[in-house]
């Protein structure tokens, strides 16, 4: 029995041109004969030795899980003109055995120099491609199983406000909400929206104390468990603090967890006092412990307590401050 497959394989050769020899760009997988196929193109070729970075190498490769499965396959790839037309030239065509992640192909398919002058099409190089199984129990296609949405879904719920039964003020802004959502997701506003509470009856709720555009990113966060990195506005740090702070205040501990992950990256002297007030407020372990290795470097320590970072430190825990100080020698 034969089963046959194609793929039209759109290679950003502009982007990936200076790939180092052996480095290889993947095409999406394509099935054929019940197999999964993808096509592994080396921008700079294979092998230093065999092209010296003068030919574009293409193979074939069998992408299945199983280590004893293998498949006849009959192989053609051509690439197409800037006009569309096919480079007839460089044609190639061969029969291969073939086993699990054990590619075969060409190392020298085609000269980059003519590809670049012929092929070459608003930065793309367009194989067309097609494989022949022979196989005497062909296996079905196997299905993909497409990536989770459920995110996707209720973030365009809260862009598009279908269905909101409950909106907040901050600092003159609303913001629409869903209350199943919101109770779902954390324990403070299920008691709010649900619970004895006069909020629990109210359509709007005007909330103090949080910044408008970090309660915007925690909605986000809570309907889509993703945190918009396009959003943290100019200050990233001042934002992750503010969302850290909502980020307690609703017990919503995988976010706080992430700002103050986020946080980690951004130590430095100018930021070191600020950071441990905040992870000392809201009790972030892996925040404060950098902090204090920060801390503990005597150069770190001498700078940093110039900061009003560090005053603020010693106003509002005055014994961690203390702490500190002894120490450092300084």
């Not at 006069?198 to 103090?208: H, K, Y």
């Amino acid at each position: 029995m034969w089963g046959t497959g194609f793929l039209e394989y759109k290679l950003d050769y502009s982007e990936k041109k200076d790939l180092p020899i052996g480095q290889f760009v993947s095409s999406e997988n394509f099935s054929a004969g019940g197999y999964l196929w993808r096509i592994n193109c080396y921008p700079c070729g294979d092998r230093s030795e065999r092209n010296n970075g003068e030919y574009v190498s293409v193979f074939l490769e069998l992408d299945s899980e199983s280590e004893n499965v293998m498949a006849l396959a009959f192989f053609n790839i051509f690439v197409l003109n800037r006009d569309g037309t096919p480079h007839s030239a460089e044609a190639k065509t061969f029969a291969h055995v073939f086993k699990p992640k054990k590619p075969w192909g060409w190392l020298q398919f085609m000269k980059r120099s003519d590809l670049e002058l012929t092929c070459l099409s608003n930065g793309l190089v367009t194989f067309m491609c097609s494989v022949i199984v022979a196989s005497d129990n062909p296996k079905p296609t196997p299905m993909l199983m497409p990536p989770p949405d459920i995110g996707n879904h209720l973030g365009r719920l809260l862009d598009s406000g279908v269905g909101t039964d409950v909106s907040f003020i901050i600092g003159g802004q609303q913001f629409p909400a869903h209350r199943a959502v919101l109770a779902a997701r954390s324990p403070v506003f299920e008691a709010e929206l649900f619970g004895s509470m006069a909020d629990a009856t109210m359509p709007s709720i005007t909330v103090q104390d949080i910044e408008p555009a970090a309660f915007k990113v925690m909605l986000w966060f809570m309907y889509t468990d993703s945190l918009p990195e396009d959003e943290l506005g100019d200050s990233p740090t001042d934002m992750l603090q503010h969302l850290l702070a909502a980020a307690d205040r609703y017990a919503l501990d995988r976010l706080k967890l992430i700002c103050s992950l986020k946080l980690i990256k951004y130590v430095s002297v100018d930021t070191v006092g600020f950071f441990l007030v905040c992870a000392e407020t809201y009790n972030c372990v892996e925040l404060k412990k950098k902090c204090l290795d920060f801390f503990a470097v005597e150069k770190n320590f001498k700078e940093a307590v110039f900061t009003d970072g560090f005053v603020t430190l010693v106003q509002k825990f005055p014994l961690l401050a203390s702490e500190l100080r002894r120490r450092v020698v300084v």
